[in-house]
């Protein structure tokens, strides 16, 4: 697998989560920025940022949220082909939160409420099976089909793209429809969850334990993985801890830097590389996955550090967290918000 050379521009497919967020800062001197986000965005966006052609399949229609998400992906250089599927849906709104404890931590909370008015904010749809098989169509060869919803339209796109050879990861933050489950277990090569929000469900799905790499992520305490390949078989759980940097400012996204950091090493040339991966190129990737995550703790959102720095800076400061240091987060920059204020995106308001 190290020998293999990448010769045209790695693709991902993804579809799940891809919302707008507001994040609210722990400063009160900083107004409400609004990122893209989701699970499915910030892993397609942050691979895009590293360097790959990210194709997001959604429902974005025209309202204010969406055009904030569009605008947003398109400043990564994401693909908004599949972007805009009929029928059409709200986009998605996450209000984030971040407040300080009386030590100085940070604290992260999640709502679906405008913070404005109260009003529920608007939900995910997944993309139905007519317009997935669609998309299906047109694919040429993704190397990767990231998921984190399952969906009758997402599990069909995953087929599509293993049959074609690419690696489908899966990463769910729940189960939803039980059965849809089971099958996106099993289709995945790369299984990807949280021990707080999923380990007591997936045995209570009763799910046969899938793919050929299996990660649990344990918060703070770093993440377990197992590994079902030829050249690379675990036995049983290995353990692989976090890095620290100088000061946690915001662990939101942090998942899904690991997330696009390990597909980012391991899944460019496909399934078929990923089956030739050894355990020492696992190793390096969950490695490169962690320091991508510890980085990110640096700067407020989900992916607050790709505004505030120069991408040669980042690239310097993650070698700099692997080889072991703590380098000190510097922006150059105020961050650069979509919209200026939060309250244009709620439908109600």
């Not at 507001?22 to 940022?49: H, K």
């Not at 029928?87 to 404890?101: K, M």
């Not at 400012?249 to 696009?260: C, M, Q, R």
């Not at 720095?309 to 987060?329: A, C, D, L, Y």
Request: contains cysteine.
């Amino acid at each position: 697998m190290r020998n293999r050379q990448q010769t045209t521009q790695p693709r991902v497919i993804g579809t799940g989560l891809i919302a707008l967020d507001l994040v609210v800062s722990a400063d009160p001197n900083i107004p409400v920025q609004q990122w893209a986000g989701g699970t499915c965005g910030n892993v397609l966006t942050i691979l895009s940022y590293l360097g790959w052609a990210a194709y997001p399949v959604a429902r974005l229609n025209g309202d204010i949220a969406s055009q904030s998400v569009r605008k947003d992906l398109r400043k990564w250089g994401v693909h908004l082909d599949y972007a805009k599927l009929s029928p059409t849906s709200n986009t998605p709104i996450i209000t984030q939160e971040i407040r300080r404890t009386k030590a100085g931590n940070a604290e992260h909370t999640f709502s679906w409420r405008c913070p404005q008015c109260g009003a529920g904010l608007p939900r995910f749809k997944p993309v139905t099976v007519s317009a997935a098989t669609q998309v299906a169509t047109q694919l040429i060869h993704p190397n990767v089909f990231f998921f984190d919803r399952v969906s009758r339209g997402a599990l069909m796109l995953a087929r599509v793209c293993a049959d074609n050879g690419g690696v489908v990861v899966f990463e769910p933050s729940g189960i939803g429809d039980p059965e849809l489950f089971k099958e996106a277990a099993n289709l995945a090569h790369i299984f990807k969850y949280s021990d707080e929000r999923i380990d007591k469900l997936v045995h209570t799905s009763k799910a046969r334990r899938p793919g050929l790499i299996e990660i649990q992520t344990l918060g703070a305490r770093g993440l377990k993985y197992r590994v079902r390949l030829n050249n690379a078989r675990t036995h049983g759980w290995r353990r692989a801890k976090p890095y620290a940097i100088d000061r946690v400012i915001d662990a939101a996204g942090s998942g899904d830097w690991t997330t696009a950091g390990i597909i980012e090493r391991l899944a460019k040339y496909g399934l078929e590389g990923l089956r030739q991966a050894t355990l020492s190129d696992i190793e390096c990737a969950i490695s490169y996955g962690q320091a991508l995550a510890a980085w990110n703790c640096g700067f407020e959102g989900a992916r607050g550090g790709m505004y505030r720095v120069k991408k040669q800076t980042f690239r310097k400061q993650v070698e700099s967290i692997i080889h072991g240091q703590k380098p000190t987060m510097i922006s150059r920059s105020k961050s650069q918000s979509c919209i200026s204020a939060a309250v244009f995106s709620c439908p109600s308001c």
